[in-house]
Structures are given as structure tokens and as C-alpha cells.
């Protein structure tokens, strides 16, 4: 559709090079209807819209039964009438239905002559097409475009046409803001109230409403107009009308058949994190004022233009796999419109949904983390700023657990306090409770193990210097107080590891590992800082009262933690006692591909058996791919894939990039689209209830670490790549120490450019052979994969 706005008494059309559909491997279609609440609320969770500051679900605008239509801002928690602390659904100012003569036109009442929306990925705009047929016969069209501003993240706006097809006569057009907004609860049909009304207020020109977070007292302001725009001249009615917690504003208009109409709806939202409260409505009035003046499509110009900036940068292109290439770009499209624009978190559903109340895992620094630090930087410092502010939460954590430092919790809101649920309904269908917030305890290092990974690729200094040496001495210290001295040996006792059908085990070796690395890591920058910088570490050490000989106490530990690894067949064992349980291999699958647990076995006992959830020391030797031999990546991923059940949106991902690395490639080939299609294929049957945010990430390191095969070493950087045999070439771009690197992948060559203010020359491993390539020139590279 072309979309109309208003400029003083006449309308102009915003053209087709602006808000028309791209090609069609930048879309998203989503074509006819269904009743059914799944079907329906999938739908909204695919076609969601964002900026990084609030998220918008792709909901029907009529709102129809079943719906689950949503708008969420990064960071609004409440907890309230909730068990703990929850992502808070705020009201909608996208809501339209459409009346004519006492009918109502929506899809579940209706027949539909057709219906299709269409997400365009490339411009972040929603469009939608429905023809309409009533039962009284009436037939009629209505077009909507939507979309969130990139570049101005408190703006939004709905672009509306309607066409009586075979009717003329009155029709009444309802838009507004709506208030009454719940969470979903725990329990079917349960629903929480976290909002409160504090102001409701209405123009001719303007609508607007300010609610109320209950416990945290956080005020969310929503300002809008909605005009017909199409006929300035045209005859109307206008009538305001408020319900409660709800405004609702109604044109009426005597339409004529085949003619269209054209409303324009501009919406700002704010909260009073960035206003001060007393000054939220004229602040809101006054953005409001300034858009409509401003007009609509200069705005959306800005917000194409802000797009097309972010896919110049975060593109991946693959030639020769047309369903890869859209899925992967389905899923750099989720990361782009979650990216956070001030130190908040990233939950494990993203924004799409308060799914698992919007907490923050070790999703965020292990599987999505990665795609910001090579790609914009300033993002995952926002996201490692929320660690560092969420610290007083963590080291609360510690203390009421009886140990010492900070341990980051493993479900993680507003201040770091761990608030994961007491309990919850688990596979087997029953109500449990939940251990993972006392024993998965890794968390605290996954969090470090993103910060060194961050430092690494960026050399941010300043953020080390200023934040990040705090967080790893406090977590250091956390774990120096947290493992049992057993004598000859240390150990960590009473763990989850990343395989969470396993409870209440010793010695983890994903956990294991990762604590003797982060140890040892705060020993070197103690040491080191102490070095070069003795006055920065002489202050940070008097205020956290650290000695040498505690930090000499961590290396102690560090060396002498249990890790069982045999060196002979190469294979880790996971826990304590692992390879004395019952031994399965998954051999039956269903029609989807997913394992099919062996007879006897159910979700019950299965905690008695070798069976896993989720790649676990796969994870392991992923995340230190050059502290382990071909030999042991191998015999493990032979081990453990034949016993991995894929019970989790983090495990397709793993086991394709250790894969390929194990030589397995047709089966990384395989679990790498699965992950890709997690969501548009709906693989575990939930994406109703939002994005997999960790699939999501884990999909583009599965194309830049697996198939590209990039990763860093000893401060440079390594390329081992290995493409599908459809793939004819793989293109993408990565940040690297302030250089743009550029990388096309061949099937028996590689292409680098790096970018850079100055000539120099950078060394560069591939496949082991070291070359030197010399910034802004362009440079081929042979290679063989083995």
C-alpha cells in the first residue's frame, strides 16, 4: 500500500521506494487465518517489531479472540501480584476495528476473501492486506502499515486505508490507547494486573495515557493522534470516549463504494526513566506535536535509512541456499530490533513476549552476546554495563547463600537479585521445583566469560579499567569461597551443569573448566594491572580488601580443581559418576526429527540415565576451541550427540558448530537448520509464547564460527572454513580492534578485506598457516579443507 500523511490541509502520498515491499528474500509472509489462540499468537511473535527500546508484536489490529498482542519496553519490571519480578506488557496504541451499521468486520467473525501480513525484514515495516466479506454480504479491504522508528526509538506509527468494495454508507472507525493490559500467569487463564491508571487525557488532535508500574512505581506515557488524512474535506464525525483504563477515539465517516480512505495514526512512547514525572505529558504532547508537524515521511525516510545502515554492517549473505539465507536473515533481523540502546539485558524470549517473565540468562552472554561485540560494539557494552550495575544484586546473592563476592543470578531482572520462580510445570507434566536458581551456578562465569570475549575482540581498556576488573575479582572470589577442598584436590559440589535433566551433581566439567579458566584469568590481570597500572589496582584492591595472597589462594584452586578427562580415548566425563548410569543411544525419531526417548525411559527417570538435554561438555570444548585436541573433539561429540535429546533451544546450535569441527558435516548441516528454523518452523511447538532468543544468536555463530569458521587466537585472528556443498559462497562482516573485516568464503579460496586508518600489516591463521594481509587491500587466500 502507499501510506498518506498530513501537511496543513493537504495529504501526501509517501512513495513506493520508501514503505514498499523489498524483495522477497527480505520478507516474512504469513498468509490466511486461523482461529485457533496458538495459531494466532505465533503469528504475533514472528511478526514482531522493534528498536531495542520497546518491542511490538505483530498482532491483528482488531484484536481478535485468542489474541496475545503485546508491546513491551526493555527493562519495565513489577512484580506485584506476580510470584517475582516479571517483564511488564504495556498498553497498545495500535488497537483499530471498523463498524458498519451495528457489524463489526474481524477475521474470526468474518469470512475473508483473502488475507496476508508481511514483515519486511530489510525496512522494519509490517504490512497487512484483508479483504473482508461479512455475513450481511458487505465486502471490504483494509491495508495497514506499521512500524517502531529505528532512529528515534519513542516514535511509531500505523498507516491505515480502507475500501468498501460493494457498499457505501456510514462506516465507524475506532483507534486509541489502551490501558487494560495484564500479564500472563502461571496457571491457564491467569491473569496479572502489574499497571495502574494516573492519567487520562484527550484533544481533538491528540489522545493520551500515563500508567503506573504497582511495586516499582515506573510511569509509562503514551501519546497518539489519529486523523483521517486521505480527504481533509470530507465530512466526519468525531466522538472521544473513555472505558476505564482505555481511551478510544471514533471517526465516522459516510463512505461511498470503491473509494479508499486513509487514516494516519502517530504514537510516542516514553517512560519516566527518561522524563521526569511531573513533566511526562507536556514532554509527551510537545514529541507528539513535533512529529505530526514534522510529517510522517520524513520520519520513515529516517527510519529506512536507519536500517539500511544496520544491514550494511550485520548482513550475512549466502549464495546458492535460498531457505538458509532467509532464515538466517530472519534471525539477524530478531537480534537487530532487540539491540539494547541503554545497560539493560536481553531475556531469553527477547522482547516478544514475557516469556519467562523476560529474566536474563546465560543465554545472553554465551548465544547472543556474540553477534553484538563483532557487530556493534556499543550494544554489548550496554549489556555488560548491566552486569556491572546489577553487582549489588549479585553480591547479596552470594551472602545469602553463605559465600563471599558476587554470583550473578541465574535468573536476573531490574536489580540482579536472583528471582528465578520457586517452582514450575516441567516436561513431564507436573509441578517441580526449580533448583537451577541455587545450583547453575556457571552463570557467574558465563557472565566473565562474555566480558573477556568482549575485551578481546574490541580492546576496550576503559570499560576493564573502570568496570570489568570489579566483576572478575568479586566473581573470582565468589568461587574461591564456593568449592570444597577435598584434600588433594578441589571440587564444586551440588551443580546444574548446561544439561538440566541432571540435578544436584559434583564436579560439572562444563562448570569445572570454565571456573579454572576464569580463576586463573583474574590471577594474570591481577598481576598484570599490578604491573601497569599499580595505582588503578591499589585503589580497586582497597576498596574490595583484596591481598596478593588471595588472588595467590585463586591460582591454588584454579590448578587443582577436578576435571576427568581421559587422556587415552579423549573423552571428558561429564559429572561424577556419569558413565556409571544407565546407558542409552537415541536411534528412533518422529516425523519432525526429534529424538524419541528409548522404552522405559520417560522425562520421570530419566535423570537416572546417560540421556542429556542439551550439548554440555560440547559446550565446553566450543567455547575453548584450541584447548582441546581434534582427537577429543571427536571422540566426545561421538559420545554425546548419540545421547543428546535436543530438549532445549540451545543444543541444535552447539552440536552444529562442533559438527564441523568434528567432520560430521552432513549432521552439522542438518542441526544448523533446525536451529535457523527454530521459530519460522516452530520446532519445540511454543514459539506462541515468543522468540528463542538463544537459537537466535546461536544461529549466526553457527554460520560466522562454524561454517565461516572465524574465531580469535592469541590476539589474532583464525579462519577455518567449511561450506555446505549447495553453498556456493558465504559473505559477511565482523568489528574487530576498530577495523571492518570483511569475509567472502569460497569453497577452496577465502577473500579478507580489513578496513582500516592506516596501512599496516595483520597477521592472519588459515587452516593453521599464518599469512600477513595488508589493511585495505583486498587478499585471496587458498585453502584445502581437510
Known amino acids: 500500500m502507499e501510506g498518506y500523511t498530513a501537511t496543513g490541509s493537504a495529504y501526501v502520498v509517501v512513495p513506493d521506494e520508501i514503505v514498499g515491499i523489498s524483495s522477497e528474500e527480505w520478507l516474512l509472509r504469513k498468509r490466511g487465518f486461523r482461529r485457533s489462540a496458538r495459531h494466532i499468537q505465533i503469528t504475533e511473535t514472528l511478526l514482531t517489531l522493534g528498536n531495542g527500546y520497546l518491542n511490538l508484536r505483530g498482532g491483528l489490529e482488531e ?48 469470512s475473508r476473501v483473502e488475507h496476508e501480513q508481511v514483515l ?36 511509531g506509527c500505523m498507516l491505515v486505508t480502507i475500501t468498501p468494495r460493494n457498499f457505501s454508507g456510514s462506516l465507524r472507525v475506532f483507534s486509541g490507547l489502551d490501558g487494560e493490559v495484564c500479564n500472563r500467569g502461571f496457571f491457564e487463564g491467569e491473569m496479572l494486573k502489574h499497571l495502574q491508571l494516573e492519567k487520562i487525557e484527550r484533544g481533538r488532535h491528540f489522545m493520551y495515557l500515563e500508567m503506573k508500574t504497582r511495586e516499582q512505581g515506573i510511569r509509562i506515557a503514551e501519546a497518539a493522534s489519529w486523523r483521517l488524512v486521505s ?18 477515539s471514533e471517526i465516522t465517516i459516510d463512505v461511498r463504494k470503491g473509494e479508499s480512505y486513509s487514516f494516519e495514526k502517530l504514537a510516542v512512547v516514553t517512560t519516566s526513566r527518561e522524563v521526569p514525572e511531573k513533566e511526562m505529558m507536556k514532554d509527551s504532547i510537545c514529541r507528539l506535536r513535533s512529529f505530526v508537524k514534522r510529517g510522517v515521511r520524513a520520519e520513515i525516510e529516517e527510519h529506512v535509512g536507519a536500517w539500511e545502515k544496520l544491514w550494511k554492517q550485520a548482513d550475512v549473505v549466502v549464495e546458492g541456499d535460498w531457505e538458509a539465507q532467509r532464515a538466517i536473515r530472519f534471525n539477524i533481523y530478531q537480534l537487530l530490533i532487540n539491540s539494547p540502546r541503554t545497560p539493560t539485558g536481553i531475556g531469553a524470549k ?13 543465554d545472553t552472554e554465551i548465544f547472543i552476546l556474540p553477534f553484538y561485540i563483532y557487530n556493534f560494539p556499543e550494544s554489548a ?45 516441567k516436561l513431564e507434566r507436573t509441578i517441580r521445583f526449580i533448583y537451577t536458581g541455587r545450583e547453575e551456578d556457571h552463570i557467574v562465569s558465563d557472565v566473565i566469560f562474555g566480558l573477556e570475549r568482549y575485551f578481546r575482540v574490541t580492546g576496550d581498556e576503559a570499560f576493564l579499567f573502570d568496570y570489568g576488573l570489579e566483576m572478575i575479582f568479586l566473581t573470582a572470589r565468589f568461587w574461591a569461597s564456593r568449592v570444597v577442598d577435598a584434600g588433594d584436590r578441589y571440587e564444586i559440589r551440588c551443580v546444574i551443569g548446561p544439561d538440566e535433566f541432571h540435578e544436584h551433581v559434583d564436579n560439572n566439567a562444563y562448570t569445572n573448566y570454565l571456573v579454572k579458566w576464569h580463576l586463573n584469568l583474574a590471577v594474570m590481570l591481577f598481576r598484570y594491572i599490578g604491573k601497569t597500572h599499580p595505582d588503578l589496582l591499589d585503589n580497586l584492591a582497597v576498596r574490595l580488601e583484596l591481598t596478593g595472597e588471595e588472588v595467590d589462594s585463586w591460582l591454588e584452586v584454579s590448578r587443582g580443581l577436578k576435571l576427568s578427562r581421559d587422556r587415552e580415548s579423549g573423552l571428558i566425563e561429564q559429572f561424577d559418576g556419569y ?17 524419541v526417548l528409548p522404552r522405559g525411559v520417560t522425562y520421570r527417570n530419566i535423570q537416572s540415565t546417560q540421556l542429556i538435554k542439551q550439548a554440555d561438555v560440547l559446550m565446553l570444548l566450543l ?15 561421538t559420545y554425546y550427540e548419540k545421547r543428546t535429546v535436543h530438549k532445549s533451544s540451545l543444543s541444535h546450535c552447539i552440536h552444529a558448530m562442533m559438527g564441523i569441527r568434528a567432520k560430521k558435516r552432513l549432521r552439522a548441516y542438518s542441526f544448523f537448520m533446525k536451529t535457523a528454523l527454530f521459530d519460522l518452523d516452530n520446532l519445540h511447538k511454543n514459539t506462541d509464547l515468543g522468540i528463542h532468543a538463544a537459537a537466535v544468536g546461536g544461529t549466526w555463530q553457527a554460520v560466522i564460527y562454524g561454517f565461516g569458521g572465524l574465531s580469535i587466537k592469541s590476539d589474532r585472528l583464525a579462519l577455518n572454513p567449511w561450506l555446505p556443498k549447495k553453498w556456493r559462497s558465504l559473505s559477511f562482516s565482523v568489528h574487530w580492534r576498530s577495523r571492518a573485516v570483511d569475509v567472502t568464503v569460497f569453497h577452496n579460496r577465502v577473500a579478507v578485506l580489513i578496513h582500516s586508518d592506516e596501512e599496516e600489516n595483520i597477521p592472519l591463521s588459515l587452516y593453521r598457516k599464518m599469512y600477513m594481509v595488508t589493511t585495505n587491500m583486498k587478499t585471496e587466500l587458498p585453502y584445502c579443507a581437510s
Open 63 to 110: 484484536r481478535p479472540p485468542g489474541h496475545s498482542s503485546g508491546l513491551y519496553i526493555s527493562g519495565i519490571y513489577d512484580k506485584c501480584e506476580a510470584d517475582v519480578e516479571e517483564m511488564v506488557r504495556c498498553p497498545l496504541w495500535t488497537d483499530l476495528t471498523l463498524w458498519s451499521e451495528g457489524e463489526a468486520f474481524c477475521l474470526s467473525g468474518c
Open 120 to 155: 519486511d525484514m530489510k525496512k522494519g515495516i509490517l504490512h497487512r492486506t484483508t479483504t473482508y466479506r461479512h455475513a450481511s454480504g458487505r465486502i471490504l479491504t483494509l491495508e495497514t502499515l506499521r512500524m517502531v522508528m529505528m532512529h528515534n526509538v519513542h516514535l
Open 231 to 248: 480527504s481533509p474535506m470530507h465530512q466526519l464525525k468525531w466522538e472521544p470516549r473513555i472505558y476505564g483504563e482505555r481511551f478510544t
Open 350 to 362: 527477547f522482547l516478544s513476549s514475557e516469556g519467562y517473565m523476560g529474566h536474563v540468562f546465560w
Open 381 to 425: 557494552r550496554q549489556m555488560l554495563l548491566y552486569r556491572y550495575n546489577t553487582l549489588p544484586g549479585a553480591r547479596k546473592n552470594a551472602r545469602n547463600m553463605g559465600y563471599r563476592g558476587a554470583k550473578y543470578a541465574w535468573e536476573s531482572a531490574t536489580t540482579g537479585e536472583d528471582v528465578t520462580p520457586r517452582f514450575a510445570s
Open 579 to 595: 558413565f556409571d548410569l544407565r546407558d542409552y543411544e537415541l536411534s528412533r525419531f518422529d516425523r519432525s526429527g526429534h529424538p
Open 623 to 637: 567455547l575453548f576451541p584450541h584447548a582441546f585436541s581434534q582427537k577429543e573433539i571427536i571422540a566426545n561429540f
